[in-house]
């Protein structure tokens, strides 16, 4: 049985609605979305520490300078120079010191982020003499944090932070993979799968609770869904705006059309009226 929905987020049924949210009642939070469906990723340059004595007779300080280099995996890169600050060895002796953040790479994506390398070389600033090389380093992270980048003679301090893009989420599928030991699955027109029917809640808050931008809702409850689900994907590919669900696993033997067919294999479906497209 093929159940099709043609609904806006905000005139789902809501004894349907009420239905799927019974289901599991005990265990929602073990389906809750790890994160928002799209993020803004902001790098900031916050410091530094020194392992010597660099400060200089002009103003009893370390003046240091710097460059930097982000490379965001599948998004470009971004460069550019640290401007002067300054680090007090009679303050700190070798502590890390702080300073007003400053922003160095910011750019919005689909969670989770990808792998972001942030680059720095430093050098301590002389009017008189050649300027002192502190080093140069790097380090790849992939969440949120402050990190320290080790140099020849101290370390350079980074902040990764990231925070909810919600204008951006159109662009983003709002589901997120399950272990696969769960019976049913949720696909969505960009390809996410979601496993098992006591995913109640996320289907709550990305349609009550309007998170979500589908407006159209495939409910199979037989063997047959995956193959469905493959056809009607392919034909609906980059709307964005559909979410299938399957009583079966997407990726099990069902009774769907193949990838690859074509009416001319099945001349009895041709007749009956039936093309790809």
């Given amino acids: 049985m093929l159940e099709v929905a043609n609904v806006r987020k905000d005139l789902l049924p809501v004894a349907v609605l009420a239905t799927l949210v019974i289901v599991a009642p005990f265990v929602e939070a073990d389906f809750d979305p790890p994160g928002q469906p799209a993020v803004q990723v902001n790098v900031y340059f916050i410091g530094m520490s020194l392992s010597e004595d660099m400060d200089d007779g002009a103003n009893g300080y370390a003046d240091i300078i710097g460059t930097y280099k982000v490379t965001h995996s599948g998004h470009g890169t971004k460069d550019g120079k640290i401007d002067m600050f300054y680090y007090d060895w009679d303050t700190l002796k070798g502590k890390n010191g702080y300073i007003k953040k400053r922003l160095l790479y910011s750019h919005k994506e689909c969670s989770p982020i990808k792998p ?11 009017t008189i003499f050649s300027n002192t090389q502190l080093g140069s380093g790097s380090i790849t992270v992939t969440k949120p944090g402050i990190y320290e980048i080790k140099l020849d003679k101290g370390k350079a301090l980074i902040e990764v932070r990231v925070t909810p893009a ?23 027109s960009s390809g996410g799968y979601i496993y098992d029917w006591q995913l109640a809640n996320m289907i709550n808050m990305w349609i ?22 493959d056809d009607l994907k ?3 590919k980059g709307t964005g705006d ?13 009774w769907g059309l193949a990838d690859g067919y074509t009416p001319s294999s099945w001349p009895e479906m041709a007749k009956r009226g039936f093309k790809k497209t």
Avoid: W
């Fill in 242 to 254: 559909a979410a299938f669900l399957s009583a079966s696993r997407h990726n099990e033997a069902s």
């Fill in 208 to 229: 009550a609770n309007r998170t979500g931008y589908a407006n159209m809702v495939f409910i199979f409850s037989q063997c047959f869904g995956g193959g469905m689900i």
């Fill in 166 to 188: 919600v204008l951006y989420s159109e662009k983003c599928s709002y589901f997120y993979d399950q272990p696969p030991d769960y019976a049913s699955s949720i696909v969505t």
């Fill in 234 to 236: 392919e034909k609906l």
């Fill in 116 to 126: 972001i390398t942030v680059e720095v070389g430093m050098e301590e600033h002389n």
